[in-house]
């Protein structure tokens, strides 16, 4: 332990260098993705070449539509789908050559709701400890069931429960070897409230213990509410990663609606060098702004149309979410891909 | 975690899993075979044993009884060890199994293990119910022993790979039906094979089931139909075919991965 403290204290006082930042780099990631493809027996390639870095300690959503290869993806991570090319790292130790330290690393909550149906609630989660190669712990499991609102059903066999419970004995098998990486697969599809609250206390309170988090969703406020950074997958491949607040700075577009007074027929010539709109009839004017840009050109709107004499009864902004963000990006990318096809 | 050792912890939690489910289903686990094979009894060893008395020095009730347990063995071992690994497939669960940080090798010693101790028991159960039937005497109750033990192993491992290669519950039952079965009772359980022709005994040796029986019935009356080494040592190459079987099925993923 010692020899490697020092090295690692040297290299801190090291001038900057190539193996430094090397180093930096994984560091800071926990899991890398190099290059990675899925081409399934059907033919169908599901992932194309991916490349992500998941930052150790952070919140990641992977967002994209049904079918984009979010399920295929951590498949292949957690070792249930074999990867037709490329690698993946998971804190430095690869999930072909050494699966075991990567995978004892992972919890994995998977998408569709499989559980046994006769075992108990305190069984299946003793179990998934014991498989993952942990001495038992019966105070750690009590405090997950504790924490999931599960204590109460310890004792139930799992297929007596309903679907959100079921979900919530899942959470508790993948905690249950205390992982240092955990993915949660749609974890909110079909679930109440209650659970919702419950589900993203203990992901806080995990987040808080250092444990990285990977989510998928295709219910953006989940990725805004909870992300920090943000992947987006479109048809096998990973079309943008930002941090949320970057994101939503970058390609938050705002939109300042005015309620007019007299209705217009169509946005008149002189106002053609702005980029406005008519709504409701020719009763709003709506005029769409990037906040990022130097001019917003607002004051220059404003003071057109005091010159051509156009009023309003109110105003109003809106900034575009993550979801305006997030269908621009899937929607504009088939056209984005056959504009640049020979 | 030591990365290189075995995970006993994992192979623990299978095999406890598995036994339990053993004891939630303890009716058709252990009592159902018991009861067929003392009809076997009745019928084998009681109506024709009144007309064959012996084969080659042995009472016909007492010797059909290491067939019987043989029987009784092979299908079991096959059906439980197949059953174990298809249903987690067929439910889902299994991929709790492939994201875990085991091998093949303890996957399949869990699985096998309850497996193969769960017939070794009823394998036990059955010759004590025998002992109600029959007067019986043990020769080499260590090779007795080792030839149950083997076995248990041998066809759990077998069914294992039948439960991995099974894409439903017919072909689940299909193998212990059409194969195991016909191939036991062609296999000398109820009957020994010199007193086939000898064409036909020849047929025989390609039984792999006539070289299991034999060995065993040899550790009870000490005659058989082909030496015990060479029921020794075939029984062991089933066992090894069996092993790099199942070490190719999780080193390619066969049926498991997507
Ligand atoms: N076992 C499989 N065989 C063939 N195609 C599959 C298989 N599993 C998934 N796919 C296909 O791969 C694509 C990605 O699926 P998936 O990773 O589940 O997407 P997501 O989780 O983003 O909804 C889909 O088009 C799906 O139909
Ligand atoms: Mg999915």
């Not at chain 1, 072909?96 to 989660?125: H, N």
């Not at chain 1, 069931?145 to 066999?157: I, R, V």
């Not at chain 2, 987690?88 to 299994?94: A, E, L, S, Y």
Request: charged share 15%.
């Amino acid at each position: 332990m010692e020899p490697g403290l020092a090295r690692a204290r040297t290299a801190a006082y090291m001038p900057v260098a190539a193996p430094l930042l090397l180093r930096e780099k994984s560091m800071t990631s926990i899991i890398s993705i190099n290059g990675l493809s899925k081409t399934y027996a059907s033919g169908f390639q599901a992932l194309k070449s991916i490349n992500l870095d998941i930052k150790r300690g952070e919140i990641f959503a992977l967002l994209g539509p049904n079918g984009a290869g979010k399920t295929t993806l951590i498949g292949v991570i957690c070792g249930i789908v074999n990867p037709t090319a490329g690698t993946v790292t998971v804190d430095g130790h690869d999930i072909a050559g050494d699966y075991r330290a990567a995978r004892s690393l992972i919890g994995l909550v998977p998408q569709e709701l499989t559980t046994d149906a006769f075992e108990t609630v305190w069984a299946t989660v003793s179990f998934s400890r014991g498989l993952f190669g942990k001495p038992k712990n019966p105070a750690y499991i009590e405090k997950i069931l504790k924490d999931l609102s599960l204590w109460d059903k310890k004792d139930n066999k799992i297929m007596t429960l309903s679907g959100g419970m079921k979900r919530r004995v899942l959470i508790a098998k993948a905690l249950s070897h205390e992982p240092q990486v955990l993915f949660l697969d749609e974890p909110t599809a079909g679930v109440d409230v209650e659970l919702r609250k419950d589900m993203w206390q203990v992901v806080r309170d995990l987040r808080a213990s250092g444990v990285t988090i990977i989510l998928t969703t295709h219910y953006i406020e989940e990725a805004e509410d909870m992300a920090d950074r943000i992947g987006v997958i479109s048809k096998g491949e990973i079309i943008l990663v930002e941090n949320k607040a970057e994101l939503m700075r970058k390609l938050g577009k705002k939109q300042l609606t005015l309620h007019l007074q007299k209705p217009l027929d169509a946005v008149p010539a002189e106002l053609a060098a702005h980029n406005l709109a008519l709504a409701d009839d020719g009763n709003e004017l709506v005029f769409t702004y990037d906040t990022n840009a130097e001019r917003t050109g607002v004051t220059a709107l404003l003071s057109d149309l005091a010159r051509l004499n156009i009023r309003f009864r109110d105003l109003q902004t809106t900034q575009s979410s993550l979801e305006d963000i997030f269908i621009g990006l899937v929607t504009d990318r088939p056209a984005a891909s056959a504009g640049v096809a020979p | 975690m030591n990365t290189h050792a075995i995970n006993t912890h994992a192979i623990l939690a299978i095999y406890k899993f598995e036994m339990s489910r053993t004891l939630r289903t303890i009716w058709q686990s252990i009592v159902s075979p018991v009861i067929s094979t003392s009809l076997y009894f009745v019928v084998f060893g009681a109506a024709i044993g009144s007309r064959i008395t012996e084969i080659e020095g042995v009472a016909y009730g007492a010797f059909i009884v290491p067939g019987l347990i043989m029987l009784m063995l092979l299908t079991q071992s096959t059906m439980n060890a197949s059953f174990g690994i298809y249903f987690p497939r067929f439910t889902g669960t299994i991929y709790e199994l492939l994201s875990a940080p085991v091998s093949s090798f303890e996957i399949a010693c869990g699985y096998v293990g309850a497996a193969a101790t769960k017939s070794i028991i009823l394998g036990l159960i059955i010759l004590a119910t025998s002992w109600l039937f029959v007067p019986l005497h043990i020769a080499h109750p260590f090779w007795m022993l080792t030839f149950l033990v083997l076995t248990a192993i041998t066809f759990s491992l077998f069914g294992f790979i039948i439960g991995i290669w099974a894409d439903g519950f017919e072909q689940l039952q299909i193998i212990p039906l059409l194969i195991i079965t016909p191939l036991t009772f062609l296999g000398g359980t109820f009957y020994s094979t010199h007193v086939l022709p000898p064409f036909w005994q020849t047929v025989t040796l390609f039984n792999p089931v006539v070289y299991l029986i034999s060995g065993f019935r040899w550790s009870f009356f000490e005659i058989a139909d082909v030496s015990p080494l060479v029921s020794l040592g075939m029984t062991l190459v089933f066992l090894c075919v069996c092993l790099v079987t199942i070490w190719w099925i999780f080193k390619t993923g066969y049926r498991l991965k997507k």
